[in-house]
Structure formats: C-alpha cells, structure tokens
DNA sequence: TTGCGTGCAAAGGTTTTGCATGGCA
DNA sequence: TGCCATGCAAAACCTTTGCACGCAA
C-alpha cells in the first residue's frame, strides 16, 4: 500500500502558484488572474500548468474550488490550516452580488440551521459548498438610495 | 410608459422551449439538454435562439437561471407561478451534491437566519440565489453504507 | 409590408488534453 | 538516470455576436 505512493517533484511553478494563493489567502482567484499576477512577477506560467497545479491543491485540501454566479469561470481561495482540518462545521460564506466581496461567517448559530434541516428535513448540509448569497451593509445602503430616487 | 413596449412574436422555437422548461419545471436543465431535447422531438432549434429564449424568459421571470457549482454550464428551471411572484422570501433549495436533486425547502424556521445574519452580520440574504450544497438522505446513507466498508 | 426571431457561422472565453522537452531527485 | 512537471498548441466546451433570411402580425 505505501509503494503506491507517487513522488511528487518540488518546481518554481508550483511553488509561485501557491505562494501567490497564499499571499491572497482572503480573497478568492480566477486561473487568468493568477496567470496574469505571474507574469507580472517574472514568472509566467502556462495555463495547463496552472489549471493542473490547482487541481492538484485542491485534491490535497490546501485549496477550494468555487464558482460564481457571474461568467463561467470558477475560482480558487487558499484554505491553510482551515482546509487542512476540514472540520469547519460553523463556517459558511456570504458573497455580495453586488461587489463580490467574500465574508467569512463563523458564527454558532448557524450551526443551528444545518441540525435543524437535517433533523426535519433529512438534509446534510455541508457549510464548506454553501455560499449565501446577498448583499452587503454598504451595497444595501446604496440600493435604498437607488431605489428611493428611482421612483 | 406603455407605448415602450416592445411586441413579440409567437414563434414555433419560443412555443418548444417553453413548453420543455414546463414540463421539467420539477428539474433544472442545461442549455445543452434543452437543445439535445429538441432535436430529439425533431423540432431542432439553434444554440443562438435557445440562448436567447432563455435570456429573455429569465428577464419576464418565467424561468430562473443558476450556476452549478460542477463544469461551467449554467442551468434554467421553470419557475411558473413561483417565479412570477417573486415574493418567495422563505424558500431555499437544497442541492444534494451526490445524486443531483433539487429540493425546495419552504419552512419559517429558515426566514430567522435571514434575519440573524441581517441583524447581527450586516448581510442581506437572497434566498432566490442561494442554494445549499450537501447530501440528501438517500445519499447520505449510501455514503455511511461506503465509509464503514471503506475502513 | 414591417420588423422581430431565427439560423448559421464565427468569435470569445475558460478549461482540458497530447506530446515533446525540461528539470527535480 | 528516471520520471514527473512544464510549455506549447490544439481541441473541447459553453456562450455570445453579426448578419442575412424567414416568418408572425
């Protein structure tokens, strides 16, 4: 069973994409704008390598895959300690439609929810997929103004 | 104001569209699957025109439009009455990761967390764009049935 | 007849794959 | 040296757009 186990090659690529995930670690990026950082730095890595280094990070927990609402291109966020653990049963995500701001909400009543709709309604709900969406404080502040001077 | 109106045709593709979406109204569908399916009634349409349809079926909120969290295809459910309305403050969906199936989940209990989060986190919650990812019970237990034999 | 809707083809973007080469261990 | 990782190019998808033609009203 321990043969099994493939080497894995420590590169510059690899370690500029995750170094850059790292350093960005609380917002979430697209493959083209990690491209783009890269070769800004100096070190441009090709799109195969960067769509395969971070399908490789996320099979190993370091980082998570999203998607968005807006165009079909998913992003990636780095999760450390967090992703690693696995076990953040309290966290989910709220995500502004409007400025695509990402908030991490660690919050115990929320636990709440996923026991009560597995309870009584049979569901699992995995925090980790789960993002609500919304808006904002200051977004909704500026729909009112919006709306109030659109009628 | 009425004379911006804009007059529609009724055309033989808007009719199949629609009444495909109708028909799946319990299922969300891929723009894929739409055309596939058409073309199997023999009544093919463009990629272009059902792209369009749907574009503008999502406008008049006769059909609503999500984005699976899977590859980058986005999917549309006929939304009827529900849609119509657009006053479905206490209903979330349930999205089993495993087997697929969309749950609509209607229950007070939900409209706290909305109001939680509000009032203590500054975030507005759109139940109509929010989906919860996990597993349904049938899944659930195929899961339980696999990790022990896993192990 | 008018002009909206359609189909086709082409373009745009994101992501994947094949293959030869480069580089880590 | 052996094998994994990379880069390039091409392909596969999904979706959008331009344009001429067809068809509903």
């Known amino acids: 069973m321990t043969g099994n186990r493939k080497n894995e090659y ?7 994409i995750l170094s ?9 990026v697209t493959a083209g704008e990690l491209m783009h950082a ?18 490789r990070l996320e099979a190993q927990g ?11 291109s998913a992003c990636w966020q780095y999760g450390g300690a967090e992703a690693k653990a ?13 400025c695509g ?7 115990e009543h929320l636990t709440e929810i996923t026991e009560h709709v ?5 569901f699992q709900i995995d925090p980790a997929r789960t993002t609500f969406y919304g808006l904002c404080d200051r977004c909704a502040g500026k729909q009112e103004v919006q709306n ?4």
Request: glycine letters at 6%; one cysteine or more.
């Open 10 to 16: 420590q590169t510059k690529q690899k370690t500029q």
């Open 20 to 28: 850059y995930l790292e350093e960005n670690a609380t917002r979430h």
């Open 38 to 55: 890269l070769v800004e730095r100096g070190t441009p890595v090709g799109a195969a390598t960067v769509y395969r280094q971070l399908e």
């Open 62 to 72: 370091l980082v998570r895959r999203y998607t968005l609402d807006d165009r079909g």
């Open 86 to 98: 696995g076990t953040c049963h309290s966290h989910f995500h709220l995500k502004c439609v409007c």
């Open 101 to 107: 701001i990402l908030i991490h909400l660690d919050c």
């Open 118 to 122: 597995e309870q009584d309604h049979g």
């Open 148 to 151: 109030a001077s659109d009628k």
